[in-house]
């Protein structure tokens, strides 16, 4: 998959295809020559389709089927990575978002003990909470999570990883019992606790090198946040 991948992009690129262009800020952005992530791939399947709202940067497809086939890898036969809304067509402003507006945001669903994946059919939006009544869900699998997380990290140049504060706290508790809190202390700073956030995880990645029209935002600063 990561090689027909580079291929594709290759073969894009000596057709004359524009590599995607993030454009502003994240909340006051547009995408130019947007690429759209397929309906599924090895490893994701995307939700609300209808919406069509899985156009993306580059760098966002790239760490999305990079992500999934590592995961599919990792844990066989489980279900797969739920993506839902990117960037519109053209970024800009989308139902149900402030952000998402220049291909550089992507909202996953949290993977589930119970391994059932969320049908792609017509939704409001992601049907598990797994934060109630300021407790965590049963059915969040966290080593998963956790694993998804570091992933992330490892294929992409992630900014911020917006989750519900309850989600927050139960990966600082559960990384300190494995023993990772120190030595992944960058990835758990980038964890963010967000309103909202309790039935999802949102993944912001840095503005490519390329994109010079694209706004950086600052680091988040200090330890980890636990």
Partial sequence: MIVLIFLSLLSSLSF???LPMPMGHYARGTLMFGWQ????????????????????????????E???????????LRDRLQVGDISGRNGGRI??????????????AFYR?????QRP??????????????????????QRNWEL????????????????????????????????QEIHTDVLRSIRPYPNHHNHLHVRLHCPDYAHKCTKQE???GGSGC
């Fill in 37 to 64: 992530l397929p309906p599924e791939g090895e490893g994701f399947m995307r939700l609300f389709q209808e919406r069509d709202n899985g156009w993306a940067s580059h760098s966002m497809l790239e760490v999305i």
């Fill in 149 to 180: 997380i570091k992933t992330l990290h490892r294929y992409g140049k992630v900014q911020r990883i917006f989750v519900d504060r309850v989600i927050k706290r139960e990966l600082c508790k559960y990384t300190e019992r494995i023993g990772e």
């Fill in 16 to 18: 004359g295809q524009q």
């Fill in 219 to 221: 680091d988040p600063i």
């Fill in 95 to 108: 139902a149900r978002h402030t952000s998402h507006q220049n291909g550089l945001d992507v909202d996953l």
């Fill in 121 to 142: 059919e017509p939704h409001r939006g992601f049907l598990e909470d797994m934060v109630r009544r300021g407790k965590i869900s049963k059915n969040f699998d966290v």
């Fill in 66 to 76: 990079r992500v999934a086939l590592e995961m599919s890898q990792l844990y066989p």
């Fill in 113 to 117: 003990l119970n391994g059932i994946e």
